[in-house]
């Protein structure tokens, strides 16, 4: 087992791929990820199996409606805390930080699940363009190794 700060990695990371927003973010840090630290997982495939999942109380529902991350140890990371851990696996430390900022947090918990229930409606309108060229721009700057 490796850590990146506080997390355990390798992180398994569930994301909606079906989300043109979601899979540009993921994609963008995948291609960050030069440590392997990353597995993504898309559970939005129709192939994707939840059984045993589900058996521990996290269902493909639940992924599809939030960020879900899982360390080596079987810790789960839902939301803002998964957003921050992946961020910080992908070498991201600045994003890491904003999203795990507890000053922001009573803003992030609001803003969040909005943005995650119209994330489809979001891309649409290109959102997920201006997701990738920001995502880009922070690893350009702010990137560390």
């Given at each position: 087992?490796?850590t990146?700060s506080?997390?355990?990695?390798?992180?398994?990371?569930y994301?909606?791929?079906?989300?043109?927003?979601?899979?540009?973010e993921m994609?963008?840090?995948?291609?960050?990820?030069?440590r392997?630290r990353?597995?993504?997982v898309?559970?939005?495939?129709?192939?994707?199996?939840?059984?045993?999942?589900?058996m521990?109380?996290v269902t493909r529902?639940?992924?599809?409606?939030?960020?879900?991350?899982r360390?080596p140890?079987?810790k789960?990371?839902?939301?803002?805390?998964?957003?921050?851990a992946?961020?910080a696996s992908?070498?991201?430390?600045g994003?890491?930080?904003?999203w795990?900022?507890?000053?922001?947090?009573p803003l992030?918990?609001?803003?969040?699940?909005?943005?995650?229930?119209?994330?489809?409606?979001?891309?649409?309108?290109?959102?997920h363009?201006?997701?990738?060229?920001?995502?880009?721009?922070?690893?350009?700057?702010?990137?560390?190794?």
């Amino acid at each position: 087992m490796n850590t990146t700060s506080k997390f355990c990695v390798p992180l398994t990371v569930y994301y909606d791929k079906s989300c043109p927003m979601c899979a540009t973010e993921m994609h963008v840090i995948e291609e960050l990820d030069w440590r392997g630290r990353l597995k993504l997982v898309d559970c939005s495939a129709a192939g994707f199996d939840d059984g045993a999942l589900a058996m521990e109380g996290v269902t493909r529902e639940a992924m599809m409606t939030k960020l879900h991350a899982r360390d080596p140890e079987g810790k789960w990371l839902t939301g803002l805390d998964a957003f921050e851990a992946v961020y910080a696996s992908a070498g991201l430390q600045g994003a890491a930080r904003f999203w795990g900022d507890r000053r922001l947090r009573p803003l992030l918990d609001r803003v969040y699940p909005v943005m995650a229930r119209y994330r489809q409606p979001l891309s649409r309108l290109g959102l997920h363009s201006v997701v990738g060229v920001l995502l880009r721009a922070i690893a350009g700057s702010n990137r560390t190794i």
